[in-house]
């Protein structure tokens, strides 16, 4: 299951589709069927063409050869594996600067954090800066609703100290966990690329930024 979101300044989501293919992981025809998917152009209402520029996968699992395997074939850092941390309080991602043994950059999750800051963003109630915006779509029907909302947070006590995890009473939350991979992938881009979200528009004077704009990242992570 995978989904394609796009991005504005402060991090305003909009979620704009969410795929399931059907078929056995274990074998290289939904592999090539995803990196298929993976490669689809976005037209805007002025008829701009936009393509993606970075995602994660979840690199958990019984299939992270494959993982490993999908990120070589079509680049590094246009489909970045990533990795859940299991312990409390570590930074949303961490990205590192070489690849590992297995020939990839494997970003590590602060799971937690990252789900900390989602729910945030789902209270903020008027279209702006980290807002979450869904369409109307079949796509996103109840039981994409009820997955989304699957997870729970519960206090639990470790060392003596009383926090709050999260636990989706195993129950499936595929739709949660592909937004938060959403959300990793724009925070690599942003904190160890550069990408700016805050690209002037059309005829505005460019601002005194030294960030890449969205369409020079993009270019830059198709080419590699």
């Not at 995803?34 to 993606?52: C, N, S, V, W, Y």
């Not at 690209?199 to 969205?214: D, I, M, V, Y």
């Amino acid at each position: 299951e995978f989904g394609f979101c796009g991005w504005g300044e402060g991090e305003e989501l909009w979620h704009l589709t969410y795929d399931i293919l059907q078929g056995d992981p274990a074998r290289p025809e939904i592999w090539t069927k995803l990196e298929k998917a993976l490669r689809r152009e976005f037209r805007k209402q002025d008829g701009t063409i936009m393509h993606p520029v970075i995602g994660c996968v979840d690199h958990g699992g019984h299939y992270s050869d494959e993982v490993n395997a999908l990120s070589k074939r079509m680049g590094p850092y246009f489909v970045v594996p990533a990795k859940g941390r299991s312990t409390y309080g570590n930074a949303l991602v961490d990205m590192p600067r070489k690849r590992n043994k297995n020939g990839v950059y494997l970003a590590m999750v602060g799971t937690d954090t990252a789900k900390n800051l989602l729910y945030q963003r789902l209270l903020i109630e008027e279209p702006g800066p980290g807002f979450v915006h869904w369409p109307r779509s079949e796509e996103f029907d109840e039981e994409y609703f009820k997955q989304f909302t699957a997870e729970k947070r519960i206090p639990k006590w470790t060392g003596g100290q009383k926090r709050y995890v999260w636990d989706n009473e195993k129950r499936r939350n595929e739709p949660w966990d592909v937004t938060l991979l959403n959300l990793v992938a724009i925070h690599i881009a942003e904190q160890r690329f550069g990408l700016s979200l805050d690209e002037p528009a059309q005829g505005s004077p460019p601002k005194e930024t030294k960030k890449r704009s969205l369409a020079e990242m993009a270019r830059e992570l198709n080419d590699g």
